[in-house]
């Protein structure tokens, strides 16, 4: 049976203390492909992020599937907050992702040269194996020995790379609505399967949690929605803004504009409330939307011909199965 048709989650962004830096933990250490770099500064990026008097240098990686990057954000202003000390990943907000890697022990191998150590020993049979190792932040990024949407993934642009995105958790205080404000406004689907067990929870620090969790599929990566009951979530801290330090969101992608323009609107009778006209930029077209609860989703939709501008082609060329060259752009992050 073929894959039930989802908006792509073509994007998750994290807001790091050192882009450069992060972005080389991706590329240097889970073996993704740089992308390139820029800056966003101005009125026209205050308008889509509703972060005051933005400026911030933007660095891009890529996995093995076709329309999806990592964008790692580093804010010059507003100063990016920490989180709090006693923060959980049961506390709302974007908590976790997960990446599938082909050889487990080569990439822990390579992490641990960058200064990235386990939190706990990997759970699960060789082959099945799943553990959590933080980036250089203290995000918690979980990494999959078995690829878990091998049987409903699009098939890879870039079948050489051994690594993928392949989930990104968030923890919610309402599972029931977000999960149905995503799936009649995002175009997400919801699938039948468990990406965590309870064995699992120790992996992040909550051995012996109580939550519920569902999945809802776009394209590649699953968004695994959680609600914790014990411990209970928490909220956002007072002032919390997307500019401070943590997975800022995930975006769904469009190739064409009468995709994105069908989906803003239907996003909006969701009751996700976007942060004003959607940004027609040349390049690309963009907005982020917020939720009753105050969860942030970026709608973006790049053109094709400007992927080596808006990172969503490699600078370094990477070699297909065919021997084909795909992309090249800007220099790597030093």
Known sequence: MSPRSSTPINQVCVVARDGAR????????????????????????????????????????????????????????????????????????????????RDLDVILGRLASLGSLPYTDPVGRPGNRQVCVPDPDGNLVELFERDPLKSVAPEPERPDLDVAVRSVTVSVPDIAGFCE???RGLGLVREDRELHAPDHYRLWGLEGARRQSTVLRGGGVALEVVQYERPEGRS???????????????????????????????????????????????????????????????????????????????????????????????????
């Open 236 to 334: 956002w801290p007072e002032g919390y803004r997307l500019s401070d330090l943590g997975y800022m969101n995930v975006a769904v992608g469009f190739r064409e504009t009468a995709g994105f323009d069908r989906s803003f609107a239907e996003a909006q009778a969701a009751g996700w409330i976007p942060h004003g006209k959607p940004l027609e930029a040349g390049v690309f077209k963009v907005m982020y939307v917020d939720d009753a609860d105050g969860f942030d989703v970026e709608m973006l939709r790049p053109r094709s011909w400007a992927d080596r501008l808006t990172g969503f082609a490699p600078s370094r060329p990477s070699r297909s199965s065919r021997g084909q060259v795909v992309g090249a752009r800007m220099a790597d992050p030093e």
């Open 22 to 101: 992060t972005a080389r933990w991706y590329t240097h250490g889970l073996g993704m492909l740089p992308a390139g770099r820029s800056v966003f500064f101005g009125k026209l990026t205050e308008r889509v992020q509703a972060v005051p008097r933005p400026l911030l240098h933007a660095f891009w990686a890529l996995d093995r599937q076709g329309f999806f990057q990592v964008e790692i954000f580093q804010y010059r202003k507003p100063r990016s907050r920490p989180r709090r000390l006693d923060w959980s990943p049961a506390d709302w907000g974007y908590s976790m992702i997960g990446v599938y890697v």
């Open 181 to 183: 404000r995503a799936e």
